[in-house]
């Protein structure tokens, strides 16, 4: 093998033109004729009985150029990549054959690579931190959660369904006087005026009793995501099973004893406004941190190869898919019939999100490069420790399973993200600009600072078709 030329493209890309000897390449043809000599047939012998000199005769020797091309290809380019020095992107390259031959095989390989970039600086950042303010309302907002934690269900059989009661029912729709999909369940629990189907539905059970059998008239809205229901008016056969209502225990001194430690229910707010300034404190400096992220990675100048953002786009849409599976019980097909949106729409979302990974990460990693950080050994343990304790697992036994490479990466970007902290001056506000709370977007950022485990949940509401 030897490397012909390397000539830089746009978009981080490097044209390789490499050459195979001719004695590596018809080595390859050789070990192609004789691993396909059993399977082929010729008139006159029996099914992988022919003499290779026939089958190379009969066929020609170019026949089996494919696979020796696929033989030698892969090593071909592993070595021209080593002897160029090029750090490659994990990606499948583009390949055409120049030139092809018994003399031996030239070929073209265009390859992404990381990219060449500058960012500004990044040192003396100033940066808006809110403080925390904890209202009556928050407080109350605390307390009403604790009073509906420590609630009870009453059934209700004196009365007719009002506004905030729960209704079990059985609903049928109708559509021009024929049932559509989606459009039935049996023992529904809904809640009236949580506005969970569609306008008009809730509203028109309310005065009604137990075992009741009635019909609901609605118009479906004109964007509703389903769209051949979209505008049309449609009957629903409803009856009503159940009624039954919350009851809040009372905002007093027994209820402190109740849900906490305290005695009275003005230590208990005493305690949530505490806590909740606690949790303000650390949201508005995981805010500011990634703000402060967020400041570096603007600097960013260069051309990300589309090969890094669209394995980042796909790293986004696993995560989503899996998230909508466990958070919302539904597939990617599912989610894209309930919100009318197709595969492209949704890649093309998370592909903006992907870019600023991209971005992210290589700013973070550029940092750590210019500021020499380095990974200790200890360093690498203690990580590996952590992944082994959250695996339940011992970390010999682990470890063959981390790429420590990008382990040692990983600890070099936190490195980095702390490095940045301390060289950033953070300003106590009230509140943030409104231009800057539009654009606070934690997931615009490839390296998100979290104080405490929490991971967004990015599904939308969903039900059924006749919600």
Known sequence: ????????????????????????????????????????????????????SFVEKYFGR???????????????????????????????????IVS????????????????????????????????????????EHRLHHMREDNSRRIDIDDRAAEMGDTVTIDFDGYLDGERFDGGYAEDFELVLGSNTFIPGFEEQIVGKEINEHFDVN?????????????????????????????????LDDEFAKDVSEFDTIDELKEDIKKNLA?????SNEADAYNRM??????????DIPDAMIEKGTDNRMSGFEQRIARDGGIDLKTYMKMTGMDEASIRGMFRKMAENDVKTRLTLEK??????????????????????????????????????????????VDKAV??????????????????????????????????????????DETAADAK
Do not use: C, W
């Not at 959250?390 to 990983?410: G, H, Q, S």
């Not at 902290?421 to 606070?440: H, R, W, Y």
């Open 418 to 459: 702390d490095f940045l902290k301390e060289n950033t001056s953070f300003k106590d506000v009230d509140k943030l600009p409104e231009k800057m709370e539009a654009k606070g977007d934690v997931e615009k950022s490839g390296y998100t600072y979290t104080p405490v485990e929490e991971e967004s949940t990015e599904t």
């Open 62 to 96: 170019e026949a089996f150029y494919d696979d020796a091309v696929n033989e030698v290809i892969p090593g071909a380019l592993e070595d021209a990549v080593k002897e160029s020095g090029l750090k490659t992107v994990d990606a499948t390259p583009e390949v055409d």
């Open 100 to 139: 092809i031959d018994e003399n031996g095989l030239t070929f073209k390989a265009i390859v992404p690579v990381y990219p060449e970039f500058t960012i500004g600086e990044y040192k003396g950042l100033t940066v808006d931190k809110v403080i925390s303010n904890v209202t009556d309302h928050d407080i």
């Open 1 to 52: 093998m030897s490397l012909k030329s390397t000539e830089k493209l746009e978009k981080s890309r490097v044209e390789l033109i490499i050459d195979v000897d001719a004695d590596s390449f018809n080595k390859a043809v050789d070990d192609s004729v004789r691993k396909n000599i059993k399977k082929i047939t010729i008139p006159g012998f029996r099914k992988g009985k022919a003499p290779r």
């Open 367 to 412: 940092i750590a490069e210019t500021e020499n950080f380095e990974v200790t050994e200890e360093e690498i343990t203690s990580e590996l420790q952590k992944v082994a304790d959250a695996y339940k697992m011992e970390a010999d036994k682990i470890r063959p399973f981390i790429n420590e490479d990008d382990l040692r990466t990983d600890i070099l």
């Open 218 to 250: 609605i118009t479906f809205p004109e964007d509703y995501h389903e769209k051949k229901l979209a505008g049309k008016p449609a009957v629903f056969k409803v009856t009503v099973h159940n009624i039954s209502k919350v009851e809040l225990p009372e």
């Open 278 to 282: 606690e949790e303000q404190d650390k």
């Open 293 to 302: 992220i967020e400041k570096v990675v603007e600097t960013f100048k260069g």
